[in-house]
């Protein structure tokens, strides 16, 4: 611990100017969101309706309807920060992760347009360094990062109004160690839906059958003399190199859900012929570029934000990093389909691949094997 305390010292001390730049920043949303706090009428607060939202584990999401019910609301999370070791492919490589909530990416936040999102973070005294939350559908105090700063053993409770309908990227954004927070797996999303759901932009519903939250993380580890992966007793110890490794700007893995084949085999996510899917799809760092092979994006909001009409038939969409898509798709043919970023080498060599199973019968119409390869 005392090691790890260390560390976070240098690690703040190493990025000495990016951290007095965030300073007088954080001072001066700060003290704004003081000064807006009072305009602020606390019955108009206090009125409002509570509910507590029931966060899971990615690629699943928390039960919610489409269309709002009620006016607005007050929906209250709770996320714990934790620091912990994970695995992320088959031989055994090894990430000091950063986590809300335990997973990477976080839980898919999900409330309405004009819901207050108010959010308990927690930061435990195992843990060993300083997190806070920007969220990017937030508005003022570095998307809430200036004022929930939490070091070990703290907690601090964030409310923001969610005035922007989409899915957008959160991620921790401590002063002077933001890239290695956020490529150490701190980030998620939150779907701002708007309150009558979603729609084309003229006049017809998109309702969705089912959710899935894929979050892509790319990961930077140092090798050693022998090109294999370097492994650290403590995550302290693992900065330096880290460091390093992403100023080459190349990623040693590119994943979806925290690890090669987290959605694959027998985490397959599920569907049905027939059933209108809904892919939320963030990456924190990273351009990337979500393609499902065999099928399409029927409807795509490419950086996410619903009021603006989705692209229709698209084969690969771009995600700019920073930023969450969402994408609509009814399958239509039964099997096993990768959902790829379309990089192929991030995608078959670096790990950025999910597989959808999906079941249901065969429609020869849209395609049949006129003759089967053979002999010619
Ligand atoms: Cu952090």
């Not at 001072?27 to 966060?55: F, G």
């Amino acid at each position: 611990m005392a090691e790890q305390l260390r560390m976070t010292r240098r690690a703040v001390v190493a990025s000495a100017a990016l951290a007095g730049a965030f300073v007088p920043l954080v001072n001066a949303t700060s003290s704004h969101a003081e000064k807006a706090a009072v305009k602020v009428k606390p019955a108009d607060i206090a009125s409002l309706p509570r509910v507590k939202a029931e966060l899971m584990m990615p690629p699943f999401v928390q039960a919610h309807t489409q269309k709002a019910e009620g006016g607005p609301k007050i929906v209250e999370f709770t996320m714990t920060i934790e620091e912990k070791k994970i695995v992320i492919d088959d031989k055994g490589t090894e990430v000091h992760a950063m986590t809300f909530n335990g997973t990477v990416p976080g839980p898919l936040m999900v409330v309405h347009q004009d819901d207050y999102v108010e959010l308990t973070l927690i930061n435990p005294s195992t843990n060993s360094m300083p997190h806070n939350i920007d969220f990017h559908s937030a508005t003022g105090a570095l998307g809430g990062a200036g004022l929930t700063l939490v070091s070990p053993g703290e907690k601090t409770v964030l409310r923001f109004k969610a005035t922007k309908a989409g899915v957008f990227v959160y991620h921790c954004a401590p002063p002077g160690m933001v890239p290695w927070h956020v490529t150490s797996g701190m980030n998620g999303a939150i779907m701002v839906l708007p309150r009558e759901g979603l729609s084309d932009g003229k006049g017809k519903d998109l309702p969705y059958d089912r959710v899935y939250y894929i979050g892509e993380q790319d990961f930077y580890i140092a090798r050693d003399e022998k090109g294999n992966f370097k492994k650290y007793p403590t995550i302290g110890e693992s900065y330096a190199d880290m460091v390093a490794v992403m100023r080459t700007l190349t990623p040693s893995y590119v994943v979806f859900n925290g690890a090669v084949g987290a959605l694959t085999g027998d985490n397959a996510l599920k569907a049905a012929v027939g059933e209108r899917v809904l892919i939320v799809h963030s990456q924190a760092n990273r351009d990337t570029r979500p393609h499902l092979i065999g099928g399409h994006g029927d409807y795509v909001w490419q950086t996410g934000k619903f009021h603006n009409p989705p692209d229709v038939d698209q084969e690969t969409w771009f995600i700019p990093g920073g930023t969450a898509g969402a994408a609509l798709y009814t399958f239509e043919q039964p099997g096993i389909y990768a959902y790829v970023n379309h990089n192929l080498i991030e995608a078959f060599e670096l790990g950025a691949a999910a597989h959808f199973t999906v079941t249901g019968d065969w429609n020869d119409d849209l395609m049949t094997s006129v003759m089967a390869p053979s002999e010619s």
